[in-house]
């Protein structure tokens, strides 16, 4: 097969791409626009390989697309490119609104215009794979509100409730695929997924803000009392699950994908601040850090995925567990500094972002 992946630069995108090279004989196309979360360093080990190919194209850019399409003919496309972050979102929803949802419907006419040029043969095992988040379906009762709460979660008929202008982004392009499939019969395949963490993360996320501020002894930012509930996805499994999901799920089906790790905030920063006390002693604890700030607008409570059915119907589930995923991420954080240090490039200091109302 050859695989082009947009947004294959950014976090998840990056770690699918180094998952199919490493484990398969596939090639990849990897379209992107090097915004500031996207970058081609995490690809490095495999930037000379003959199966990878690299093409920086906004994918609100019609021509660029039907270009990259007609010269490298992929058998898949998976759709990672999206502005990604919540904060980010409140500040300035703009851009979520362009790439999420104008960006989606332009790669989706150029995918349609392509996908009817195939032959029958191509044509019938063609696939459009649109990766989302589980934050389009809102938020969960917290276990302190409800005491049936671990009996709620979410599954692929959930209804949509998003509550960000990053998760009301995201249910958009949702729909926007599904509705190119009912209308216009493109084979398409959706998937959700749960909080991402791992190597390469972009320093503006919970983790790597923690990881990176504790070893300067910079103040550990938590949200309101840090009782937000997240399940908690380690991202190398996800990118197993993408994979598996590309290749054998059924078409116009949805698959959510989970971790089974549900945290509060508050003891992920507490897992992280120990496992750094162990690994890069001081004298005064990493815990003593913490700081409560406002909460940020709108912020959900709790999101809970089930992942049964891509288990059942595809046979995958995560390898890690919070404890052991966790604990590789921040040794990985400690072995790669320099490369914290350069993918920030002076435009982002790790400053609180989403206090704009």
């Excluded at 058998?75 to 502005?83: N, P, S, Y």
């Excluded at 934050?135 to 960000?164: I, K």
């Excluded at 054998?248 to 994908?257: A, M, P």
Aim: aromatic share 10%; glycine share 6%; net charge negative.
């Amino acid at each position: 097969m050859k695989l082009l992946v947009t947004g294959g630069a950014g976090f998840i995108g990056s770690a699918v791409i180094r998952h199919v090279l490493f484990n398969t004989d596939n090639q990849v196309v990897n379209l992107d626009k090097l915004t500031y979360a996207g970058n081609l360093e995490s690809l490095l080990p495999m930037s000379n390989s003959p199966r990878y190919a690299f093409e920086q194209v906004d994918i609100c850019n019609r021509a660029e697309l039907d270009r990259v399409l007609a010269k490298h003919q992929p058998d898949a496309i998976m759709h990672l490119a999206a502005e990604s972050h919540v904060d980010r979102s409140i500040d300035g929803p703009a851009e979520f609104i362009e790439t999420n949802i104008v960006g989606t419907y332009t790669l989706l006419e150029a995918t349609r215009h392509y996908w009817n040029t195939l032959p029958d043969a191509k044509k019938t095992g063609f696939r459009f794979h649109h990766i989302s988040t589980d934050e389009v379906y809102g938020d969960l009762p917290h276990p302190s509100e409800s005491a049936s709460a671990h009996q709620h979660l979410f599954t692929e008929n959930t209804a949509y409730a998003p509550s960000s202008p990053y998760s009301a982004s995201k249910a958009s392009s949702d729909h926007l695929v599904r509705a190119w499939m009912r209308t216009y019969g493109l084979p398409v395949l959706i998937t959700n997924c749960s909080n991402n963490y791992g190597p390469y993360h972009f320093p503006e996320k919970l983790v790597p803000l923690v990881i990176l501020n504790a070893l300067e002894g910079k103040s550990l930012p938590v949200y309101g009392k840090g009782d937000q509930i997240r399940d908690w996805l380690y991202v190398e499994d996800h990118a197993r699950a993408l994979y598996k999901v590309v290749t054998e799920g059924q078409v116009g089906e949805t698959y959510n994908i989970g971790g089974h790790n549900e945290k509060q905030n508050i003891d992920v920063v507490h897992t992280i601040c120990d496992i750094l006390q162990q690994l890069r002693p001081k004298k005064n604890r990493y815990r003593d850090l913490i700081t409560y700030v406002s909460d940020r607008p709108g912020h959900d409570l709790r999101y809970a995925i089930d992942a049964s059915k891509i288990q059942q119907e595809l046979g995958w589930a995560p390898q890690e567990t919070f404890e052991t995923g966790i604990e590789k991420t921040v040794q990985w954080y400690l072995n790669n500094l320099q490369w914290c240090q350069r993918v920030q490039d002076g435009s982002y200091q790790r400053e609180r972002l989403g206090v704009e109302i």
